[in-house]
């Protein structure tokens, strides 16, 4: 559950402190990985949550959305 994570519980805070941001990848087919909890982490710690189609597990050899994504953040984290 959302909460914690193997057993222990998740520090918000200390997440938060240690990085400027964060983004966080999610496949809407993740076998394991559920979606809500995925939202509530990010909700949580800040993140940026991107939700891609059919992914699975991201096994995959290539992630062409990596580069884009954190443009994406960096671009609306900047002042003016």
Do not use: C, M
């Not at 509530?40 to 800040?46: E, P, R």
């Not at 096994?59 to 994406?72: G, N, T, V």
């Amino acid at each position: 559950y959302a909460g914690e994570r193997h057993g222990r519980l998740y520090r918000w805070d200390s997440i938060k402190a240690n990085t400027e941001f964060a983004i966080q990848f999610h496949s809407d087919d993740d076998p394991f990985g559920k979606l809500e909890e995925a939202k509530t982490v990010s909700a949580n710690s800040d993140s940026d949550l991107f939700v891609l189609a059919n992914r699975g597990r991201f096994q995959q050899d290539e992630f062409p959305e990596l580069e884009s994504a954190i443009r994406q953040v960096l671009k609306s984290r900047r002042p003016g």
